[in-house]
């Protein structure tokens, strides 16, 4: 009995260091999902620039010209477009980000794009500009002078340019005109979207906020959308729930992923990645051609002519191949580490991670950028 029970112990010991321990990571609920409603909106306006110092839009620059004629019309002058000059003036996109619950009369940053062929804005006014939403209402104004992070200048047929000098920024430049969303505490139900959609993740969420609150209010949609019910004790205050909520930790299972970028070679390799057991040959083949001129002189006081002609030499080396072999469960960084011993370039590690999950040997999602 006494050496039963030994080689029991002895087997539930082996099996306990045989099976590895989940890995997972912790992370709050703000962390990991967001509350539908409540996002930023896209702002969009057409604008004039002002006070440029000869860097605004040429002649030929048609809209330019019939904007600044029907700004100048608006203000009671009644102008010939034919005779406007626009070297100081510079026809723009405005844009902007309406915050989530933004009220009347705050502030906010707007950029400013110039649409013509304006050489530069910089000390450029933007003139009072409105702010359309997708819905085409009047959101936002803006006005102000710009702030440019970048020059140009030329002379004598050279030209030095830094950064981007037609675009600007107008810090606070827009005020909110109109207000965007109602009442958030009337809310009778929130909805979560996962940042990245995964049913055990989805599960695990409903789970915490049932456990947070003690009873049952949410339920999984699908592996993305979570809805919850406003419990009654929280009816009229949906912000203080949305702040007990945003703190739960979630457990999260971290994704086994390469993710490859082929036009700078770069690899970027998650901690969870496995690689089977696979046999990699990796060898080159190098072939070069020179060419070498040859001048054929005729004999003395021959009749004949100087010919000239090409030699070409063909050479082909071909590199012993080097081989690697890999144990099943090893993981990419120690895959990675065996490369780079052998010499492999950023460039074919990438070919060989695609070959390696083409050949199912690479146990993870591969994105190829």
Known sequence: MRIAALFLAGLALLGADAVKPEKKIDARLKEVARLQGVRANQLLGYGMVVGLDGTGDKDQTKFTVQSLANLMSRQGLTVNPTTVKV??????????????????????????SSTGDAKSL?????????????????????????????????????????????V???????LIERETGGNFNARASLRYSLVEEDFTTAVRVVHSINEELGEKVAQPLDARTIDVQIPKDYQGRAVELVARLENLNV??????????????????????????????VQGGLSIVVTSTPLVSQPAPFSQGK??????????ATEEKPKTVTVEPGVSVGKLAEMLNGMGVTPRDMVAILQAIKEAGALQAELRVL
């Open 122 to 166: 910089a000390g450029g006014t933007l003139l009072m500009t409105a702010l359309q939403g997708p819905d085409g209402q009047v959101y936002a104004v803006a006005q102000g002078p710009l702030l440019v992070g970048g020059f140009s200048a030329a002379a004598g047929g050279a030209s030095v340019t830094k950064n981007h000098p037609t």
């Open 251 to 280: 457990q999260l299972q971290p994704k086994a992923r390469v993710v490859v970028n082929e036009r700078t070679g770069t690899v970027i390799l998650g901690s969870e990645v496995r690689v089977g057991a696979v046999s990699i």
């Open 306 to 315: 100087t010919v000239t002609a090409t030699k070409k030499e063909v050479t």
């Open 87 to 112: 070297k100081n003036v510079a026809a723009v996109m405005v844009t902007a980000e309406l915050p989530a619950f933004a009220r009347t009369g705050s502030r906010l940053d707007v950029t400013v």
């Open 168 to 174: 600007g920024r107008i810090p606070e430049g827009g």
